[in-house]
Structure formats: C-alpha cells, structure tokens
C-alpha cells in the first residue's frame, strides 16, 4: 500500500503501509505525531472530526485514502452546472481552507448562480463535519 496526499501548500504525507514520510510545516509534523501517539501508527485505526487548519485537511485525506473512503463523498463530477464548478474545485478550495458555503461560493463560484448546488456544498461541508470525534 503506498498513498500520497498532498497539498497546494507544498505539504505532502506518503504511508507505505508501515512508516510515514512528512514534508511541510511543522504544525503538520506535531499533528501527524500526535495522532500517531494517540490512535497508534495504523492510520487505518485514526479517526477525524471537521478540519480546522490545512494540516488537519490533509491528514483527514490521508485517513480517507488509507481507509479507501472518499474525502468527499459527491456522486458527480460537476458541483455546480451554472457556473460549471467541477466537485474537485469544491475539495481544492477545502484544501485552502474553506469551510462554510459563501467561503466556497466566494473561492469557486459554485452556487452563485442559481443557488441550486448550495444544498450540496452543504451537503459535503455536513459530511466533513460529522467524519469522526478527534478536533474538539
């Protein structure tokens, strides 16, 4: 198993199954041992609450990947069909750090057409914040 998740922020995380491999800030360094410390090292065992920083997005990736969940799970490749915002343009502005509807709306356009796919990036935004219980 090798999984790599990365972030626009130039911050990546590799798992091979056994160890970890971490490049970026070192708030995701501290987190990635603190949940190492916490769940123990099989991130198959981690769990996750909403993500408040990019460090906590990415690890959540990393949970979903190894646990072969999707990070968002949206049926459609298209989010937004006014403004024709793919659903990947949602998860990258997650990345960022986006985390209500307008922020999303403001970052990507989705929903300000029509206001239709709102429904849905709350949707996604709902299922990102009941992923687990870890962030208090």
């Known amino acids: ?9 130039q911050s990546q995380i590799d798992f091979d199954g056994q160890t970890f491999k971490a490049v970026g800030p070192l708030s995701l360094l501290n987190r990635l041992q603190e949940m190492k410390r916490q769940f123990g090292v099989d991130p198959t065992k981690w769990s996750f609450n909403v993500p408040k920083t990019n460090d906590d997005f990415l690890i959540h990736e990393l949970i979903c990947a190894v646990q072969k969940k999707p990070a968002l799970a949206y049926a459609h490749e298209e989010l937004c069909h006014c403004r024709m915002v793919p659903a990947e343009k949602v998860h990258q502005a997650l990345k960022q750090g986006c985390r209500t509807v307008n922020e999303i ?3 990507t ?28």
């Open 1 to 9: 198993m090798n999984i790599s998740v990365r972030s626009q922020y």
């Open 105 to 107: 709306a403001r970052t």
């Open 109 to 136: 356009l989705a929903g300000t057409g029509c206001g239709a796919c709102r429904k849905d990036t709350e949707k996604i935004l709902g299922e990102l914040s009941t992923a687990s219980s870890l962030l208090k």
